[in-house]
């Protein structure tokens, strides 16, 4: 009796397994790394809100290859080493796809880990040319560059504020300084000059010695390579010292949270970055879920969806999850329709074509000019 309750119990036992392994065998393992908690937190909840959207948009239309696709959210909190060791996270997972990460720093030393290991990345959101150019074969980008949100800023720059005094700042990171730099080049390449071009310290609460230097400096324009939370503080603190400048920043500063902290201040301010996606045709359908949602897709959201999008689509099409034929695939002529609109790669892995804009803050919201 004890004998056969064994057997039936090992028998129940070795089903369980089997059905537990039945779900685990049919599912494809992917991954979203962003900056999920600390200072650009709001970034990571872009992304993680995009890519849960299109991993539950895909596999309500059947998943990929007849499998679900199973996500993991990692949280690099837009710190390098934690980066390496979160991507080395996602390779004990086997994951096939890292849609990430957020800032350059990050982005830049994981892919070495990703290539090594055999998978893809695809940033949402990573714009120093750093990463592609010196990327290899497993590295892509559906945002544009500095390089190119640069040129814009540089050249709005030196049109429409000739002959103020122009501050460029950075937070000496490899994403704002890089795009600091960028303006810089195309200021004077187009004529214009900065009376001042400086570094801060990121992450303080305090920036009054530096608005008391912009003060008396005279400066009018500040531009900021960095993100919005130093941003929306030194224009509030400048504008409490009684400062009119306008600031000019870049696409870092696409967050509601920006608002949140530099208040009033932030009217005028104005940042670059690509064609509002809210307002593609081929988001309506996704836009239209998030808002009954009650989350609105701004920034990152729609770019992290449409990289976990692109790459499914690559997958199908290819009927293949191997990351070098995937790369392959896309860096192949043709394009990928997405949420972002058709969209095809060169041989680096950057998106062909787009372009970046001139927005404006008012009224607690950001509008494209």
Request: hydrophobic share 40%; with cysteine.
């Amino acid at each position: 009796m004890l004998r056969r309750s064994l057997l039936a119990a090992t028998a129940t036992f070795g089903v369980a397994l089997t059905l537990a392994a039945a779900p685990a065998a049919a599912q494809i393992q992917i991954a979203t790394v962003g900056p999920m908690t600390g200072e650009y937190a709001s970034f990571g909840q872009q992304m993680k809100a995009g890519a849960e959207q299109a991993v539950a948009d895909i596999n309500k239309a059947g998943g990929v290859l007849g499998q679900q696709l199973v996500l993991t959210v990692g949280d690099d909190a837009c710190d390098p080493k934690q980066a390496v060791s979160v991507a080395n996270q996602m390779a004990a997972k086997k994951v096939k796809l890292v849609a990430g990460h957020f800032c350059s720093g990050s982005s830049i030393p994981s892919s070495k880990v990703y290539a090594e290991e055999g998978i893809l990345q695809i940033s949402p959101a990573s714009t120093n040319p750093d990463y592609t150019e010196k990327g290899s074969w497993n590295t892509f980008r559906v945002c544009g560059r500095d390089d190119q949100q640069g040129k814009v800023a540089g050249q709005y720059l030196a049109k429409h504020f000739k002959g103020e005094k122009i501050a460029i700042l950075h937070d000496n990171t490899t994403y704002g300084k890089g795009l600091a730099d960028e303006t810089q080049k195309s200021l004077h390449a187009a004529g214009g000059k900065e009376a001042m071009y400086a570094p801060y310290v990121p992450k303080e609460k305090d920036y009054s010695a530096l608005v008391s230097r912009l003060k008396q400096a005279g400066i009018s324009v500040i531009y900021i390579g960095g993100y919005h939370t130093e941003a929306g503080l030194i224009i509030r603190q400048a504008k409490a010292q009684g400062m009119k400048a306008t600031l000019v920043g870049g696409d870092a500063l696409v967050t509601n949270e920006f608002w949140q902290i530099s208040g009033d201040a932030g009217a005028g301010t104005l940042m670059t970055f690509p064609p509002d996606p809210r307002l593609n045709k081929a988001a309506a359908d996704v836009v239209k879920v998030f808002k009954e949602k009650k989350i609105d897709p701004e920034g990152y959201v729609l770019y992290t969806y449409a990289a976990v999008q692109i790459w499914a689509d690559a997958v199908k099409k290819n009927k293949t999850t191997d990351p070098k034929k995937i790369a392959a695939a896309l860096k192949a002529p043709g394009s990928w329709a997405s949420v972002l609109g058709p969209m095809s790669f060169d041989k680096k892995g950057d998106p062909t074509g787009g372009g970046y804009v001139l927005y404006v803050w008012k009224n607690g919201a950001y509008a494209q000019m």
